[in-house]
């Protein structure tokens, strides 16, 4: 399995979190990036998303590959990191473990039908964990959302850091990645 291919083709995507990916985390960066972003999801066939409404994963992911390749996969990762401030998201979360594992609580409510994936986190230590995300969407995406939860949820004067971490990766055509965090 490789990025940007839904685990199943019936899987789709909430409307508000296309529309908090699009307008709230691209418009951050620029109105141009949001428009491309816009121009990407109506290529396929995501015209005026409305919240509450569901889309195909498939367009959604494509679309998110067209970002990817016309602004640079480091977009996603920043878009990913950014994810926490501009989402609805999940719980009263306090520290980082509990924030890290909401992670897959937020995705549930905003993908249904069929084979969606997940988010798995693992409490290794006091100031470290593993977070596997097995989902079709991109290493970077991912590492930015694990990043941005971590430091969302770590004290002030806590430093983040994420490695990768295992064999399995995305990028090589699996369909999982895993990456401990440090705070």
Do not use: K
Not at 1 to 10: G, K, L, Q, S, W
Not at 103 to 114: E, M, P, S, T, V
Not at 136 to 148: I, M
Request: charge should be negative; include cysteine.
């Amino acid at each position: 399995m490789a990025p940007y291919e839904a685990f199943d083709r019936d899987v789709q995507v909430n409307g508000r979190t296309v529309l908090t990916i699009v307008e709230e985390a691209m418009g951050r960066f620029s109105e141009a990036y949001r428009d491309r972003a816009l121009t990407a999801l109506a290529e396929e066939g995501i015209v005026d998303p409305e919240p509450g409404e569901w889309y195909p994963q498939q367009a959604w992911l494509n679309a998110f590959e067209t970002i990817a390749e016309d602004l640079q996969p480091h977009v996603l990762d920043r878009l990913g990191e950014q994810l926490p401030d501009v989402a609805d998201w999940p719980g009263d979360a306090d520290a980082v473990p509990e924030g890290l594992a909401s992670i897959d609580d937020a995705y549930r409510r905003n993908h249904r039908g069929g084979d969606i994936g997940f988010y798995r986190f693992d409490h290794v230590d006091d100031r470290t964990g593993e977070v596997t995300c097995h989902n079709p969407y991109p290493c970077p995406f991912d590492r930015g959302l694990v990043r941005g939860v971590a430091q969302a949820h770590a004290p002030v004067d806590a430093f983040v850091f994420l490695e990768e971490t295992g064999e399995a990766c995305r990028r090589h055509g699996d369909d999982t990645c895993t990456y401990t965090v440090y705070w």
